[in-house]
């Protein structure tokens, strides 16, 4: 017994494939000598719907004194009871898939009725296809009902009767030795029943299963179990139906809300919304919107995409692309993938998560798949169909997660494919679509490698030749010959960009220059390294990187710092700021500034840096190189400075540094800074109030004195520092 037990339990909550799934309940059954003409199976998909009408809708909910003869009761052997149990109350996970698995089953039964028809095999005249849904609160009882193929007697004994025995899989088996036209094919693809064993997921809400069926000219008869170990099946001579099957559900006291019309509305359009046939509730149509993902989009029309988007998004905010494809290699897809044009990240208030759906043979398998997508594509919506998925017995989740991750490149690259061409076809809107974005794409090239190339194709940044964002291949097409680098610059806005020191040797060249302002941008550059073999290098890296494509600036000895006081300059430089500063160099590339910082990190990843280190992290303002410019005023004369009163230098070659730090966007002392200029402010007063006349200046004069007040030397020191700042923050006043 135990060891029956373990078997099924392999069986059923193992990852295994139907064909395995198949033998493993052969040898069940083999070992347990279960008589095969009278044993028990729960696939077979053959539901039957009342009728179109509300008035034969509702004569379904009347019990009927159907008048039963020729009665059989049979009973279970021991261990076939413990195995439908087990199928029962342990292979599924949610009681919500019972209606999905007897939904499915109906349309199978309703699609191999439409085969007969269309063969010619069925000419009697029945009623239309459709399921019907009535909800009995009174009673306690739910009732699906279709107008399929139904089951006669034998097939309601070896269908119901044998615990795994799908009759759908041996349909379309016989499908396959007749040789097969292409009518037998579709209906080979829409068909959804493959274990045989879905139908016991109805005793998992129910503690009596009635299920009356009739198919063709034969008598319509009942079956009947309680799922504790027997069943019965009996004639059933006054059936109210023709042709199709009807299941009668007892609910337990636990499921009741199975007879409440919102339960059950749900359930359907989550997971059975899109089976090919209607679904009718109490009388009432409620799979309004079609499988549209399943037709050849040449026949959609917008509305349709339009009422779907709808449908998956809940909004009623447009889409801004869509994808609808169908793939046989080297997966058999059929999807419909949605882009929209807005999304919630952007507001700061909550994440995308993904909603793209995975469905087999149009049968929900799993809801907002978050494998089926990279996380930075969360924001697509829709539906991705896979009839090659292996699925569990349960059919609710998949075995093969190496087919899913190649499912996942699949669509990933088209959905990518999808952008490149839409940007291709305009420009425009697509920027405006970027502008909402692009946080998203560069999210992809931060953490995956694989669709690298085509990610930064879809960048657009703006440059020093172009306020309106361009692709790099416009950048590329830019480049002047022999330059193998493509050059960017980290500013917070345009401004700051065209402003920056770095740009200084740049701006009487043709090169041309990126220009990012979010700290990921570099990080995407440092991670991808190159864009068609053309390296990312940010403008304030070392000279020796830019140097192949920029001239030198000469070092003017008439005007600027005396060659021979260069080195005590810049010692002096190193011993007053370390150990902020660990080099102090004569730079060969700054026209208008008195200074710059460089370091092997750039501005930007110091400031990250410097967010680490106040969580306990590195500091990045340390060991940095100091680059002067020879040539600056403000360099001159603070070499005449520390020879004459070396606290002033000291204060003003402080405040220097801090500029530059500013400039680059990092962190300093700003006590010290304010501090700083208080006290330099403070002496500059003084030494204008030593030097000035020592007479009271009339209050009618002050203002015609002050405009002509002579200014001291120290004055005209402040007063050249000061223009020596403005220069570099506004070089184009110069």
Same mark, same amino acid.
């Given at each position: 017994?135990?060891?029956?037990?373990?078997?099924?339990?392999?069986?059923?909550?193992?990852?295994?494939?139907?064909? &395995?799934?198949?033998?493993?309940?052969?040898?069940?059954? !083999?070992?347990?000598?279960?008589?095969?003409?009278?044993?028990?199976?729960?696939?077979?998909?053959?539901?039957?719907?009342?009728?179109?009408?509300?008035?034969?809708?509702?004569?379904?909910?009347?019990?009927?004194?159907?008048?039963?003869?020729?009665?059989?009761?049979?009973?279970?052997?021991?261990?076939?009871?413990?195995?439908?149990?087990?199928?029962?109350?342990?292979?599924?996970?949610?009681?919500?898939?019972?209606?999905?698995?007897?939904?499915?089953?109906?349309?199978?039964?309703?699609?191999?009725?439409?085969?007969?028809?269309?063969?010619?095999?069925?000419?009697?005249?029945?009623?239309?296809?459709?399921?019907?849904?009535?909800?009995?609160?009174?009673?306690?009882?739910?009732?699906?009902?279709?107008?399929?193929?139904?089951?006669?007697?034998?097939?309601?004994?070896?269908?119901?009767?044998? @615990?795994?025995?799908?009759?759908?899989?041996?349909?379309?088996?016989?499908?396959?030795?007749?040789?097969?036209?292409?009518?037998?094919?579709?209906?080979?693809?829409?068909?959804?029943?493959?274990?045989?064993?879905?139908?016991?997921?109805?005793?998992?809400?129910?503690?009596?299963?009635?299920?009356?069926?009739?198919?063709?000219?034969? /008598?319509?008869?009942?079956?009947?179990?309680?799922?504790?170990?027997?069943?019965?099946?009996?004639?059933?001579?006054?059936?109210?139906?023709?042709?199709?099957?009807?299941?009668?559900?007892?609910?337990?006291?636990?499921?009741?809300?199975?007879?409440?019309?919102?339960?059950?509305?749900?359930?359907?359009?989550?997971?059975?919304?899109?089976?090919?046939?209607?679904?009718?509730?109490?009388?009432?149509?409620?799979?309004?919107?079609? %499988?549209?993902?399943?037709?050849?989009?040449?026949?959609?029309?917008?509305?349709?995409?339009?009422?779907?988007?709808?449908?998956?998004?809940?909004?009623?905010?447009?889409?801004?692309?869509?994808?609808?494809?169908?793939?046989?290699?080297?997966?058999?897809?059929?999807?419909?993938?949605?882009?929209?044009?807005?999304?919630?990240?952007?507001?700061?208030?909550?994440?995308?998560?993904?909603?793209?759906?995975?469905?087999?043979?149009?049968?929900?398998?799993?809801?907002? %798949?978050?494998?089926?997508?990279?996380?930075?594509?969360?924001?697509?919506?829709?539906?991705?169909?896979?009839?090659?998925?292996?699925?569990?017995?349960?059919?609710?989740?998949?075995?093969?997660?190496?087919?899913?991750?190649?499912?996942?490149?699949?669509?990933?690259? &088209?959905?990518?494919?999808?952008?490149?061409?839409?940007?291709?076809? $305009?420009?425009?809107?697509?920027? !405006?679509?970027?502008?909402?974005?692009?946080?998203?794409?560069?999210?992809?090239?931060?953490?995956?490698?694989?669709?690298?190339?085509?990610?930064?194709?879809?960048?657009?940044?703006?440059?020093?030749?172009?306020?309106? *964002?361009?692709?790099?291949?416009?950048?590329?097409?830019?480049?002047?010959?022999?330059?193998?680098?493509?050059?960017?610059?980290?500013?917070?806005?345009?401004?700051?960009?065209?402003?920056?020191?770095?740009?200084?040797?740049?701006?009487?060249?043709?090169? *041309? @220059?990126?220009?990012?302002? #979010?700290?990921?941008?570099?990080?995407?550059?440092?991670?991808?390294?190159?864009?068609?073999?053309?390296?990312?290098?940010?403008?304030?890296?070392?000279?020796?990187?830019?140097?192949?494509?920029?001239?030198?600036?000469?070092?003017?000895?008439?005007?600027?710092?005396?060659?021979?006081?260069?080195?005590?300059?810049?010692?002096?430089?190193? $011993?007053?700021?370390?150990?902020?500063?660990?080099?102090?160099?004569?730079?060969?590339?700054?026209?208008?500034?008195? %200074?710059? @910082?460089?370091?092997?990190?750039?501005?930007?990843?110091?400031?990250?840096?410097?967010?680490?280190?106040?969580?306990?992290?590195?500091?990045?303002?340390?060991?940095?190189?100091?680059?002067? $410019? *020879?040539?600056?005023?403000?360099?001159?004369?603070?070499?005449?400075?520390?020879?004459?009163?070396?606290?002033?230098?000291?204060?003003? #070659?402080?405040?220097? #540094?801090?500029?530059?730090?500013?400039?680059?966007?990092? !962190?300093?002392?700003?006590?010290?800074?304010?501090?700083?200029?208080?006290?330099?402010?403070?002496?500059?007063?003084?030494?204008?109030?030593?030097?000035?006349?020592?007479?009271?200046? /009339?209050?009618?004069?002050?203002?015609?004195?002050?405009?002509? %007040? /002579?200014?001291?030397?120290?004055?005209?020191?402040? #007063?050249?520092?000061?223009?020596?700042?403005?220069?570099?923050?506004? /070089?184009?006043?110069?």
């Amino acid at each position: 017994m135990q060891r029956y037990s373990r078997i099924a339990c392999r069986i059923f909550t193992g990852v295994t494939a139907s064909k &395995r799934a198949a033998k493993g309940f052969n040898l069940l059954r !083999a070992s347990t000598n279960i008589n095969q003409a009278r044993s028990f199976s729960f696939n077979q998909r053959f539901f039957s719907e009342t009728s179109k009408s509300g008035q034969q809708a509702s004569s379904a909910t009347e019990e009927k004194n159907f008048k039963r003869h020729d009665e059989q009761s049979m009973e279970f052997k021991a261990e076939t009871k413990k195995l439908l149990d087990i199928v029962a109350r342990s292979l599924y996970t949610d009681k919500d898939v019972f209606l999905r698995e007897l939904l499915s089953n109906a349309s199978d039964a309703l699609e191999k009725q439409r085969y007969l028809q269309s063969t010619g095999k069925d000419t009697a005249v029945g009623e239309p296809l459709h399921i019907n849904i009535i909800l009995n609160e009174a009673k306690k009882q739910i009732i699906i009902q279709d107008t399929g193929i139904g089951m006669t007697k034998e097939e309601l004994i070896e269908n119901l009767g044998t @615990i795994a025995r799908s009759g759908s899989r041996r349909f379309i088996e016989n499908l396959n030795k007749e040789g097969g036209n292409v009518d037998s094919r579709n209906v080979a693809d829409s068909i959804i029943g493959q274990f045989g064993v879905g139908f016991y997921s109805s005793f998992i809400v129910g503690d009596t299963i009635e299920v009356y069926s009739r198919s063709g000219n034969e /008598p319509g008869h009942v079956w009947v179990s309680d799922g504790s170990g027997k069943f019965s099946i009996a004639t059933v001579d006054n059936l109210d139906f023709s042709r199709g099957t009807r299941i009668v559900i007892h609910l337990r006291p636990d499921s009741l809300n199975f007879c409440k019309r919102e339960e059950v509305q749900k359930v359907i359009q989550r997971y059975s919304n899109f089976i090919n046939y209607p679904i009718h509730l109490n009388g009432e149509k409620i799979n309004l919107i079609g %499988a549209v993902w399943t037709r050849d989009r040449k026949e959609v029309t917008d509305e349709e995409y339009k009422a779907f988007w709808e449908y998956i998004s809940n909004s009623k905010v447009p889409y801004k692309y869509k994808i609808h494809y169908t793939a046989d290699v080297p997966l058999q897809i059929k999807a419909l993938l949605f882009i929209p044009s807005t999304h919630a990240e952007k507001f700061g208030m909550m994440q995308e998560e993904s909603e793209v759906s995975l469905y087999s043979r149009k049968v929900l398998i799993k809801r907002n %798949a978050k494998e089926l997508m990279p996380h930075y594509l969360r924001f697509v919506k829709g539906v991705v169909d896979c009839e090659d998925i292996p699925l569990n017995i349960s059919r609710e989740s998949y075995q093969d997660s190496a087919l899913i991750a190649r499912l996942k490149a699949v669509i990933s690259k &088209r959905v990518l494919r999808l952008l490149e061409e839409e940007a291709s076809r $305009n420009e425009e809107s697509y920027l !405006a679509w970027y502008a909402d974005f692009h946080m998203f794409l560069k999210e992809g090239l931060a953490s995956e490698q694989e669709n690298s190339d085509t990610l930064l194709g879809l960048m657009r940044y703006p440059t020093n030749f172009s306020e309106k *964002p361009v692709p790099l291949e416009d950048y590329v097409k830019r480049m002047k010959q022999g330059q193998d680098k493509i050059y960017y610059l980290l500013a917070p806005t345009r401004e700051a960009a065209e402003a920056s020191p770095f740009l200084e040797p740049f701006r009487n060249s043709s090169i *041309p @220059i990126l220009y990012v302002n #979010l700290h990921v941008d570099e990080m995407v550059f440092r991670g991808v390294e190159k864009y068609k073999n053309f390296k990312f290098i940010n403008i304030e890296t070392s000279y020796e990187e830019i140097s192949k494509d920029i001239a030198a600036v000469e070092h003017d000895q008439n005007k600027g710092l005396p060659q021979d006081e260069v080195t005590p300059f810049c010692l002096w430089v190193k $011993n007053e700021l370390q150990p902020v500063v660990g080099k102090v160099a004569v730079s060969k590339r700054l026209t208008d500034s008195p %200074a710059i @910082i460089v370091s092997e990190l750039t501005s930007g990843m110091r400031q990250i840096l410097s967010i680490m280190e106040k969580s306990g992290g590195i500091d990045a303002n340390k060991n940095l190189t100091f680059e002067i $410019n *020879p040539n600056h005023p403000i360099i001159t004369k603070l070499n005449q400075a520390r020879k004459r009163d070396l606290k002033l230098a000291s204060m003003v #070659l402080k405040q220097l #540094l801090d500029n530059t730090l500013i400039t680059s966007g990092l !962190a300093m002392d700003t006590r010290a800074y304010v501090k700083r200029i208080s006290k330099l402010m403070e002496m500059t007063l003084e030494h204008t109030i030593k030097e000035s006349k020592e007479q009271i200046i /009339p209050e009618s004069h002050k203002i015609e004195q002050s405009q002509a %007040a /002579p200014k001291s030397q120290f004055t005209d020191d402040i #007063l050249d520092k000061e223009a020596g700042n403005n220069t570099s923050q506004n /070089p184009k006043s110069n």
